[in-house]
């Protein structure tokens, strides 16, 4: 609980207080019945095998919350763009079709803009 409240010091000292967060409790193994003192949060192992496969798809479900959801329909013109999107959003799903890429995923609010290129 220390540890906590060191860390929520910091984050208000940077300004930081109002961003999105997650709350990790390591330790799973160790503990019957576990309340937690922060919300969101996720009560993980470590020294479980699957302990990062968790904790990304936490990560993923979380961000996909936050961001937007995005269709596009790229045509094969400008698929070269696609990797540099990669770089800023998520994609879910790349669907080939006769005339280009089908592509849905999630993006920022502030990087919404770099989804512009793509519309004719």
């Known amino acids: 609980e220390e540890h906590e409240k060191t860390v929520l010091s910091i984050m208000k000292d940077l300004d930081m207080e109002d961003i999105p967060r997650l709350t990790l409790y390591n330790k799973a193994d160790l503990v019957e019945d576990f309340t937690p003192t922060q919300t969101p949060y996720a009560l993980i192992s470590a020294k479980s095998e699957d302990s990062r496969e968790q904790l990304q798809a936490l990560f993923l479900e979380k961000i996909k919350e936050i961001f937007e959801a995005f269709t596009l329909r790229v045509p094969f013109s400008k698929s070269y763009k ?8 998520i994609l879910e799903d790349r669907d080939y079709q006769d005339d280009g890429e089908v592509i849905t995923g999630y993006i920022s609010e502030k990087n919404k803009w770099r989804l512009e290129e793509f519309y004719d």
């Open 82 to 89: 696609i990797h540099d999107l990669e770089s800023v959003a």
